[in-house]
Structures are given as structure tokens and as C-alpha cells.
């Protein structure tokens, strides 16, 4: 146990030890001390030890991968390692919960994907995503493309509109569970276009991918980086991505806005702490993270992942996670969108 001494012992031990004016002089020098001590924060020096990201995924993941990406820079930037835990389930609620109940002084971090603006709507959480935890940057925004396989003889939008008008039980799309953003944006279609496709969950991106490759389903709303090998390949077919511009990694691939101007859907990633923490800490995270995506590294590192940097303040990240959760809250409802 330490025993830290009272102000006023100070005072009487210096005027018995050096006399009542030397004693003013010290009393006075130590509570300048002591105030000064006071008004800095604890949180000047941080990071003191190392940090935990959890990311509430399984490795391999684009989650994992960038998180690993971004701990290897970040660690040199706040000389502290930067210890990766996965901590998958339930669309990414059971890592974010244990972040919400973590100790809210920066040393325990969550890697938000996409799902964690969706989580709320769809799963009972034992954490308000709100309250329980506080934003601290959004890293990157990424184009979904819509693929489908060689097979197909659709070529465009369009077309693929009119075979499944033509037939309405013809065509199937892959996602990855319910509430993925493939599935949102499949079902953002279906409501756009006024056609009918038939929905088949996969556990995990790689065999519905698999399954699109055989054409065992024929259309998936998909990250990128998870299928433009197989595009360049000519393997499958990019249809269409769903931001509002094209994008460099398939520069000659149209926007759906092209087709229906109010179409967009994206994935992203982004960083949370739990809610208490300080401002100064959340303030140093999202300097450094900043000062990281504009490094030629990792500037490479997202463009082959396809992934756009776009650093936010803490503040414009909350709102841009509002506003996702507002705009998938109606398209959830009104295809009843459940978890089983």
C-alpha cells in the first residue's frame, strides 16, 4: 500500500525542520506542484502500455486484415504494440459488447465493420451502441459490385432486370447471413427495381463466392477485393458497384445510380472506444489514424484492397453510423429481415 501524505503535514514538518518563512516559501512551491499535477490530465502520456484491438470477426476477414494493416503502423506512431483478438459472433455484437464493458481508458479498442450500424435492429444486444461506446474515426468506405457468373447472359443492369421480370423464380443471390451488407443491398435492389430474387445465406464469403463461381446462384451483391481476381479473370461478371462513381479498381464497371439515381450501398470499417473515454486520448487516436491513412503504405494498402481511406472526425463518424442505421432501419422492415 503507498501512503501519500496530507498537504498540511507537508506545511508542519517544514516549520519545525526550516522555520516559518522558508516553510511559506516551500508550502507554496509544493502546492504549485500539486495543482499542476492536478490539471494535467493522466491521459498526457498515454499510450503507457500495450493497446487491444478487438475485432469481432474471424481472421482472415477484411475487418481482421486491415486491423492488422493499420496495428503494425499505428504501433510505431504510438510506440506501443498494438495486440490483435478476434472475438467473432453475432454480426460482430459480441466483440463490440465486450468493448462496451471494457474500461473506457484507451486501451481497449474496437474494429467496427458494417454490421455494427445494422446490429441494433436485428439483435437484442446487452449494450446500447450508442451510449456504450463513443466514435473515434472511420477508416474506409468500400464499392459492393454486383457479380454475377459468366454463365449468365445478362451483360448490364438492365438486363438482368428484364430476366428477372421475365421470370420472376429464376434468379437466386448470395449473402453471407442476415443483415450482411450483401443481403441489405440485394434486398435495396429487389425494392428499387420491382423484381423478385431469391435469397440463399451462406456461413462466410468464400462458399457463397465458391457457389457463384459454379453458378449454383447467379447473382451477390460483393465486396471488391473478394472477387476481382475472378472478374479480371473472366470468371464472373461486375454488372454494376453501388457506390455513386465508378471506381479505379473497375474503372469501365458503371454505378447503379447510372440506372437508379437513388441506389447506394457500401461497406465499411471504422474505430470505436468504450463511451468515458477521454477526449484527449480519443483525440490522439484520430490524429495518429489520420496521419497513418495518408502514408504511401498504407495508401497502397487500401487500394489493393479497394477500399477508399476516408478519415473522419469523431463526430462526423457518430452521425455517418446514425444515418446508416436510419437508411437500412426501412429496407429491414420492409423485406422482414430476421436473424434465425
Keep these: 500500500m503507498v501512503y501519500i501524505m496530507p498537504f498540511y503535514k507537508y506545511k508542519q514538518i517544514a516549520k519545525e525542520k526550516i522555520g516559518r518563512a522558508p516553510a511559506r516559501i516551500f508550502g507554496n512551491a509544493l502546492a504549485f506542484v500539486m495543482l499542476a499535477c492536478i490539471a494535467t490530465p493522466a491521459s498526457a502520456a498515454y499510450p503507457q502500455k500495450p493497446i487491444e484491438l478487438v475485432v469481432p470477426f474471424p481472421p482472415g476477414g477484411i475487418v481482421d486484415v486491415v486491423t492488422r494493416s493499420m496495428a503494425r503502423q499505428l504501433s510505431g506512431a504510438l510506440k506501443q504494440p498494438l495486440v490483435v483478438v478476434n472475438k467473432a459472433g453475432a454480426g460482430g455484437s459480441i466483440g463490440a459488447a465486450q468493448v462496451a464493458r471494457s474500461a473506457p481508458d484507451g486501451y481497449t479498442l474496437l474494429m467496427a465493420f458494417d454490421t455494427h450500424a445494422i446490429n441494433p ?4 444486444l446487452p449494450f446500447d451502441s450508442d451510449k456504450d461506446l463513443t466514435p473515434i474515426s472511420l477508416l474506409g468506405t468500400s464499392a459492393l459490385v454486383l457479380a454475377v457468373p459468366a454463365s449468365v447472359p445478362a451483360n448490364n443492369v438492365p438486363e438482368l432486370v428484364a430476366m428477372a421480370k421475365r421470370d420472376p423464380t429464376a434468379l437466386n443471390y448470395a449473402s453471407t447471413g442476415a443483415g450482411s451488407s450483401n443481403q441489405l443491398a440485394a434486398e435495396l435492389f429487389k425494392s428499387t427495381t420491382g423484381i423478385n430474387l431469391t435469397h440463399i445465406p451462406y456461413k462466410g464469403g468464400a462458399p457463397a463466392i465458391a457457389d457463384l463461381l459454379a453458378a449454383r446462384v447467379q447473382v451477390m451483391f460483393v465486396s471488391t477485393s473478394s ?3 475472378h472478374i479480371r479473370a473472366g470468371k464472373l461478371k461486375a454488372l454494376a458497384v453501388t457506390t455513386k462513381q465508378p471506381i479505379p479498381q473497375l474503372p469501365d464497371v458503371p454505378s447503379i445510380t447510372q440506372y437508379y439515381p437513388s441506389f447506394e450501398a457500401k461497406s465499411w470499417i471504422g474505430m470505436l472506444a468504450p463511451a468515458g473515454t477521454p477526449e484527449d486520448i480519443i483525440s490522439r487516436l484520430n490524429t495518429e489514424i489520420k ?27 457518430g452521425k455517418f453510423m446514425q444515418d446508416q442505421t436510419q437508411k437500412w432501419s426501412s429496407v429491414i422492415s420492409e423485406s422482414n429481415i430476421k436473424v434465425e
Design 291 to 317: 496521419t497513418v491513412l495518408n502514408t504511401p503504405e498504407m495508401a497502397a494498402f487500401f487500394d489493393k484492397q479497394a477500399i477508399q481511406t476516408t478519415p473522419s472526425s469523431p463526430a462526423e463518424f
Design 121 to 124: 435492429l436485428l439483435y437484442k
Design 227 to 229: 472477387v476481382l481476381s
